[in-house]
């Protein structure tokens, strides 16, 4: 073997072992952006398989859904911010998080503002009321009607979706990094 070929090689291998959302991707059905006019922050669905890390892609882009108690934040009860993983827009307040022993982040309401929007999702046979971000369209979790007082609500959200910033640390505006 030349040295030329096995150079080829080793470099069909690494891109077969480079980390990628999924398979499913915007070659086999266009660009099936989760942006549209109302968001703020537009990538291409290719620009954030580069940029965010495998389980935030899944969740954010492909609407996955991690593991109950797999992720980082369902059991963390530092006081803080948590932004969204994708755009760094601030989504939920550690003041309104609870114990829904679910093994997910869960919050009886958003922070201030629009941060979120709620529209029905219909997938897997059930009727359930999506959440997403409002900058970035990514994908955030579910809301569901058995949440504590004073809203009644549980806002069942990914941490793979979220970036917690801790108060002494909390800078305002978007996070670039
Ligand atoms: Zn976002």
Redesign the pocket.
Known sequence: MTKHSLHSLLLMACCALAPSCSAQNAASNGEQALTDSTTT?NKSEAEWREELPHMACFVLREKGTERAFSGEYWDLHEKGTYQ?A??G?ALFDSDHKFESGTGWPSFFKPAEGSAIVEKEDDSWGMRRVEVT?S??G?HLGHVFEDGPRPTGLRYCINSAALQFVADSTAVQGVRYD
Do not use: P, Q
């Open positions: 922050v969204c994708g755009c827009l971000c900058a970035c990514g």
